[in-house]
């Protein structure tokens, strides 16, 4: 098809939560949008729900990826605290979702994975990233939840270790203060991760990661993100839910955290009189 050949997007057939998330396609208001123009909502509540992982003409990511980010969720995080020409790194960048979605919004980007599923991510160890201290403008990554999900043969691979483990916290965390590193301060970083259940055993994985979090950045929000398009999301898992007694994750967490800026030495005066209340 040539470059700006108009093209009308049909009425979104998938499921209703698609309609309104386009409310004006559904109200065949915009009979002229190009699919090219496509653009996910501006988020401005606390909770994410894409029916899709992408968005537009062009894919972002590779959907067929197992444990591929939405690509909705990192155009929410770039339009929120990044400019155009800032510097967005993935250290765990799989099949690019990052950098696909980056570049189409014209910041520079650089995405790095132990087993790179994308021809412009560059193989790394996220626990230790090539780049300066102090010269990143926004992070975002997408770590293993646990050894749920078999990512590569790599030894090195954080999704090899349970979380179930104190290890896997461990690692992760070795992993944050890279983030913390190459973060310049008062600037951003969004980490995704869930929760596991796995043979009676519940792991609070996104608590355990929050905590030590903590300790190095300092918390802006927490997004709690609807998990669509999961393996587990069949009839006879919603019926063995029932069944035995549990549920099945239904949610994940995104936590938005900023390094701290330095305290600029300005006295502030303090708004409450405490000794009032002594
Ligand atoms: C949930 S996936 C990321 C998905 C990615 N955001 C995407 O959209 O395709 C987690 C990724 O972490 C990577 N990973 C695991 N251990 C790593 C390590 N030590 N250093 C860098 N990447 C690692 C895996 O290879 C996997 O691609």
Known sequence: MSKGKKVKINKVKESPSTLTLFPEVEAGKVPDVTQEDEKPPLETTTLWDYPRQSYGKTPKGNNKFQGVTPAFL????????TEPGDLVVDPMAGSGTTVDVCKEEGREVKGFDIAPQHPEVIQN??????LPDESVDLVFIDSPYGDNVSYSDSPDCIGRISCEDEGFYLELEKVAREVYRILKPGKVMGWLIGDQWVKKNFTPVGFKLYERLTKYFETVDLICVARRGQSS????WHYRAKKFNFYLRGFKYLF???KPAPVTGKKTKPKVKWAKYK
């Open 74 to 81: 990192i155009w929410n995080l770039i339009q929120r605290y």
């Open 256 to 258: 938005i955290m900023r």
């Open 125 to 130: 160890d996220a626990r230790n990233i090539p």
């Open 233 to 236: 999301h069949t009839g006879v």
